[in-house]
């Protein structure tokens, strides 16, 4: 793993508030769990506990005005977008304040207006959205960049590849950032995959710089992205950033994940990203209580969201017919 | 490019393409086209001859083979400002990109809540009776059917690719655009200038008082050359052109069908799925008693396409199965 050290650019502050959005969405993730087994959400989640570094350290390196695509396991960049804690627990639990209006679901957080352009549940299919909204950033000349962030195990699949080639032939402004959490859904991308690092060492086929790094690193998450963000915006095209990582709950559902070795989720588990970022923050001469605050502040806005989402209306059923047309409606014959 | 649009001349349906995406292209900044081989080729079959002469590389771009990132990158800037004009060169390879027809384009307004919009038309050339074989012949305008979420177009003449293609691109919708391959040789008069053509509106073909013919791209050809044939009998058929299947204008259908008391559905895709069976469904229901006789289709035989002319001409629809179709139905 090549760990990049940029510690230097961050401040104090800065990196404190970082450190209070990703225990925001650690908390929103642990309360997605209890509503989820408490049978309050239907459907599915995928939880991205133990992920937060990466959408938390790679937005903080992101224009408002840039874009981002993200997987079903997509709560992290969601909120690291601005979308609030309520309006995703809302929609995880089939309420009209949802922020996809109870239309969408876990799999589908969306927060257009900050820029966060979907949450995509068929792997790999928002690669080339987000070489086309790269594209479409090129042609305006509007110098913003788009990102797409995806598993370990959407390398394996034919959008990646065909996107990364456009990519690279348009020179588009485009990162691809792999969370490789070294798992697909049960099966270790390992034991599919014949390079190690499975994006990072595909990349070069498609003459595109890539870098692994320390995933659970805030502060390399953004370093990194900063450097590949300032690539695209100079017109050297894409970058591949593959971010190790490592989910803390199950690959969904109420997955107990035990076909991971106990003394590999040890491992990780004390690579805690929240930890490492405290660590920083104690390094840069940050008072515990400083953190600790940080954490209480997370801890009521989450308490906050589930109660008003808890108390929040189901939709109206006549939504059902709305939104399918830009009309509003769903008219398909007279 | 040459300047087709002046009154009273006859174009082929190939240089409408070409011209429908010119003007768009020449009215609004936003429009660009990509697709394999589109720019300095003109496209395999040259319905965008000229285009890259006229507007180059910044607005035609030619993509590696790689229909997802076609229709990915074509909706990825669809959503943020664009509006891509994408080609699948034959309406085969839609399986290979199907994804984006039936999972992203059509499904993302919907399950965001209406927070995107995706103002993208998929252009591909359909249809078969050129020999092209299973893989290159299909049309497969009912596969798209299947996908609510979706408007499509398939034109039958060369004035209505040029107003359908001016709705296609400024529709705040995903449309799918099916040009047919037998068509694109054939001529009609130019499109006059600023001509639009709403979509989900039938045109009638062929006025008529005896049978409703509901034919849709190439079929309006040989509807229309059945029932001339069937005219000499004293049949006298209506030919409605559905222009769209979405939206379907089943208005038009129904009120023709309330004077002839007749239908045959003309449809090149296969019976079993095709859209025929959604426009017989829909006068079972709400059309019942307008009939004095059974509704029929006319469609490709349940087989993949042969090759040979005298085996596909077994499977697809033509003048004749259409004549005699009528020839049933009227004595029935
Ligand atoms: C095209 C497609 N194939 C299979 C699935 C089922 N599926 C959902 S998540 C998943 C695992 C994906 O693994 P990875 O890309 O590593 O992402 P992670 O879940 O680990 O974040 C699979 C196989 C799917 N949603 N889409
Ligand atoms: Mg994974």
Redesign the interface.
Known sequence: MTAVAATDDIGASELLALYEQMAVIRRTEKAAHDLFLAGLVKGTTHLAAGHEAVAVGASAALRPDD?V?ATYRGHHHAIARGATPEECLAELMSKAT????????SM?L????AGM??S?A?VG?????????????K??GSGQV?VAFFGDGATNI??FH??L??AA??SLPVLFICENNLYMEYTPIGSVTPVPNPAADRAPAYAIPAEVIDGNDVVVVAAATARAVQRARSGQGPTVIEARTYRHFGHSRTDPATYRPAEEVQEWMERDPLDIARARLATLGVPVEDAVRADDRAAQVVAEAVAAARAAPAPDPADAF???????G????? | MADISALGQTVTYREAVAEGIARELRRDPAVVCLGEDIGKAGGVFKTTQGLFEEFGPGRIWDTPISEQAILGLAMGAAMTGMRPIAEIMFSDFFAVCWDYLANEMPKIRYMTGGQITVPVVVRTANGGGLGFGAQHSQAVENWTLAIPGLKIVAPSNPADVVGLMASAVRSEDPVVFFEHKGLFASKGPAAPADHVVPLGQAAIARAGTDLTIVALAVTVPMALAAADRLAADGVSAEVIDLRCLVPLDMATVLESVGRTSRLLIVEENPYQGGWGGTVASIVADEGFELLDAPVRRIAADCVPLPFADALEQQVIPTVEKVAAAIRRLMAY
């Open positions: 874009y695509f949802g922020i996809c209006k109870a239309k969408g679901g589908h969306t927060k257009a207006s352009l979907g995509y068929i299919a928002h690669l080339p959205l987000a070489a086309g909204a790269a594209w479409s950033a042609l305006r788009a034919g959008a065909e996107a080639n456009i032939v348009w709305t939104d399918v047309w830009a009309d509003g769903s008219q398909w014959r007279t």
